[in-house]
């Protein structure tokens, strides 16, 4: 009887140790589990979205930082792997200086002190905005590979040639006439050889008459045909050297080329570039002006180099990187340690747009009373890539204008007394410019 509580108190020992030991391995099983969810969580989310951390970037951090060149800020191309190797700083020390930067250079930190005083003493923007997930998703997009750019077939010719496809179509035209020319002959010559076997046919005796007065000598003897030939080369000569004498001076289509290639396309057109930021003075003034450099380096301190998709098999990225590189050179700006050299050149930009010295154009009157837009007189310019002149900027072409153009008088003062004395003196509701007195000579020539 004693064994068998024995035997019994030994198996209900081993059944408890059995179940104590199962649960304890299920709670170390659901610990592992909780902890490798965590640990997976927090990876994942301090991988973070290069996608999301791009559009971040160019938001927040574009003006002042570029990936793989230093501009305002320093370079940020795996920063967070390059602070952890040389500097043993880790993420959160990157989380205190995005959100504020000033707070942790007056806490001593000496990496934060050595890097504000690098950069002059610039101090970065505060965003205190930005949460965990978006400076994850930053830092994923600055650990991306440097991708090397697409290149461009046929990029590497720079388009100074553009006349190569006129060449092309020139070439053709020579040709179809060459061609045409070659037909006509081939067919006098057989119509001649068939009207002479015609003749044979026929009897018809095929010789030069002796006595038949050449055709030039009819002519020149015949005096009413003497006359009327001399008036007529008399008038079409006079008619062709007024015609030609009416272009001089006249530059329309000229497209000079300039020390520094300027495409108003990607300026005017692409980015949208009010035309009046660069030529400020055409608000004001009499002159449009051409823009210092400092108003070009206001955008080129930071853009030093065109997208891969603005390169075309005319003008190659490298064309437009070089073209930026002149700009530097004159501005006296050294773009690796982003300051003045104090060693400027100015630029010998070729005018293209010139009046005659007697005629007087004021941008300001037509610009800004007038309210004329810039294309009205200078064409699409924001499709222009090399600017060139649209217009022949003549006396009549001026004319015509005026006589065609209503003035705009809503909103505008100016016009506000001697639109209503001319109006009725007209009979009008809109007055052109011409009834406005654009037609006097004094206005332009003076």
């Given at each position: 009887m004693k064994k068998s509580y024995q035997s019994l108190e030994v198996n209900l020992t081993n059944n408890m140790r059995k179940v104590i030991h199962r649960k304890l391995s299920t709670n170390f099983l659901r610990l592992g589990l909780v902890i490798l969810l965590a640990f997976t969580s927090a990876l994942s989310a301090q991988e973070g979205d290069s996608a999301k951390g791009k559009a971040l970037f160019n938001a927040n951090c574009a003006a002042c930082h570029k990936l793989d060149k230093?501009?305002?800020g320093p370079a940020l191309r795996n920063v967070e792997a390059r602070l952890s190797d040389e500097q043993?700083?880790?993420r959160d020390w990157l989380y205190a200086w995005i959100r504020n930067s000033a707070g942790v250079i007056k806490s001593g930190d000496s990496y934060a002190n050595k890097i504000y005083n690098?950069?002059?003493?610039?101090?970065m923007?505060?965003?205190?905005?930005?949460?965990?997930d978006d400076l994850n998703n930053l830092l994923a997009y600055t650990a991306e590979e440097k991708k090397e750019p697409a290149a461009v077939p046929g990029g590497a010719v720079v388009a100074q040639n553009t006349g190569s496809s006129n060449?092309?179509?020139n070439q053709i035209i020579l040709g179809a006439l060459a061609i045409l020319f070659i037909l006509l002959a081939a067919g006098l010559y057989v119509v001649n050889k068939t009207l002479r076997r015609f003749a044979l046919a026929q009897n018809i005796e095929i010789g030069e008459d002796s006595k038949r007065t050449p055709l030039w000598k009819a002519f020149v003897q015949n005096q009413f045909l003497m006359i009327v030939v001399a008036i007529l080369f008399l008038l079409s000569s006079a008619y062709f050297v007024f015609g030609y004498l009416s272009q001089i001076g006249v530059d329309q289509g000229y497209e000079p080329v300039q020390p520094i290639h300027y495409s108003h396309k990607i300026h005017a057109g692409d980015n949208g570039i009010d035309c009046k930021y660069c030529h400020s003075s055409a608000r004001v003034s009499k002159h449009s002006g051409?823009?210092?450099l400092n108003v070009c380096m206001n955008c080129h301190k930071s853009i030093y180099e065109v997208s891969p998709e603005t390169a075309t098999k005319e003008y190659s990225k490298e064309f437009y990187d070089g073209e930026i590189q002149k700009l530097y050179k004159a501005a006296g700006w050294d773009d690796a340690e982003q300051k003045y050299t104090g060693e400027s050149s100015p630029v010998k930009w070729v005018r293209i747009?010139?009046?005659?010295d007697f005629a007087y154009f004021n941008h300001s009157q037509h610009v800004t009373v007038a309210g004329v837009e810039c294309q009205t007189c200078h064409g699409p310019?924001?499709?222009?890539?090399?600017?060139?002149?649209?217009?022949p900027l003549t006396m009549g072409w001026c004319i015509n204008c005026h006589r065609e153009t209503n003035i705009d008088v809503k909103d505008n003062a100016y016009y506000t007394k001697i639109h209503e004395q001319l109006s009725k003196k007209y009979g009008v509701e809109n007055l052109t410019a011409a009834q406005m007195g654009g037609l006097e000579c004094g206005k332009c020539h003076y």
């Amino acid at each position: 009887m004693k064994k068998s509580y024995q035997s019994l108190e030994v198996n209900l020992t081993n059944n408890m140790r059995k179940v104590i030991h199962r649960k304890l391995s299920t709670n170390f099983l659901r610990l592992g589990l909780v902890i490798l969810l965590a640990f997976t969580s927090a990876l994942s989310a301090q991988e973070g979205d290069s996608a999301k951390g791009k559009a971040l970037f160019n938001a927040n951090c574009a003006a002042c930082h570029k990936l793989d060149k230093k501009m305002t800020g320093p370079a940020l191309r795996n920063v967070e792997a390059r602070l952890s190797d040389e500097q043993g700083l880790d993420r959160d020390w990157l989380y205190a200086w995005i959100r504020n930067s000033a707070g942790v250079i007056k806490s001593g930190d000496s990496y934060a002190n050595k890097i504000y005083n690098e950069y002059g003493g610039a101090a970065m923007t505060a965003f205190p905005q930005l949460s965990d997930d978006d400076l994850n998703n930053l830092l994923a997009y600055t650990a991306e590979e440097k991708k090397e750019p697409a290149a461009v077939p046929g990029g590497a010719v720079v388009a100074q040639n553009t006349g190569s496809s006129n060449g092309i179509s020139n070439q053709i035209i020579l040709g179809a006439l060459a061609i045409l020319f070659i037909l006509l002959a081939a067919g006098l010559y057989v119509v001649n050889k068939t009207l002479r076997r015609f003749a044979l046919a026929q009897n018809i005796e095929i010789g030069e008459d002796s006595k038949r007065t050449p055709l030039w000598k009819a002519f020149v003897q015949n005096q009413f045909l003497m006359i009327v030939v001399a008036i007529l080369f008399l008038l079409s000569s006079a008619y062709f050297v007024f015609g030609y004498l009416s272009q001089i001076g006249v530059d329309q289509g000229y497209e000079p080329v300039q020390p520094i290639h300027y495409s108003h396309k990607i300026h005017a057109g692409d980015n949208g570039i009010d035309c009046k930021y660069c030529h400020s003075s055409a608000r004001v003034s009499k002159h449009s002006g051409i823009p210092s450099l400092n108003v070009c380096m206001n955008c080129h301190k930071s853009i030093y180099e065109v997208s891969p998709e603005t390169a075309t098999k005319e003008y190659s990225k490298e064309f437009y990187d070089g073209e930026i590189q002149k700009l530097y050179k004159a501005a006296g700006w050294d773009d690796a340690e982003q300051k003045y050299t104090g060693e400027s050149s100015p630029v010998k930009w070729v005018r293209i747009h010139n009046l005659p010295d007697f005629a007087y154009f004021n941008h300001s009157q037509h610009v800004t009373v007038a309210g004329v837009e810039c294309q009205t007189c200078h064409g699409p310019v924001e499709e222009m890539e090399v600017m060139y002149q649209h217009a022949p900027l003549t006396m009549g072409w001026c004319i015509n204008c005026h006589r065609e153009t209503n003035i705009d008088v809503k909103d505008n003062a100016y016009y506000t007394k001697i639109h209503e004395q001319l109006s009725k003196k007209y009979g009008v509701e809109n007055l052109t410019a011409a009834q406005m007195g654009g037609l006097e000579c004094g206005k332009c020539h003076y």
